[in-house]
């Protein structure tokens, strides 16, 4: 979604997560029926990562709408 946001013109976009390892979640129908192994469904988060948006490993903690920020479990604020 990132990507695509991107591509309309959004600027300065950021993906915030804290996982190392993305899940892709289509591919898990074809291993419940047998036709993929369980190992296909998993890559690295930064083999997926677009490469013209922002990668934040940590999570989000707080949201302050009013404030217009997030506040990362590390205590980072991010506008």
Excluded: C, F
Excluded at 22 to 28: F, G, I, T, V
Excluded at 57 to 78: M, Y
């Amino acid at each position: 979604m990132a990507g695509r946001l991107k591509r309309y013109g959004v600027k300065d976009i950021v993906v915030i997560e804290p996982r190392d390892k993305h899940l892709y979640q289509r591919m898990y129908s074809h291993v419940a029926g047998g036709t993929a192994r369980a190992s296909v469904a998993v890559r690295s988060q930064a083999s997926v990562m677009s490469q013209r948006v922002g990668w934040i490993d940590d999570s989000v903690a707080l949201i302050h709408p009013d404030a217009n920020t997030v506040e990362l479990a590390s205590g980072a604020k991010i506008d």
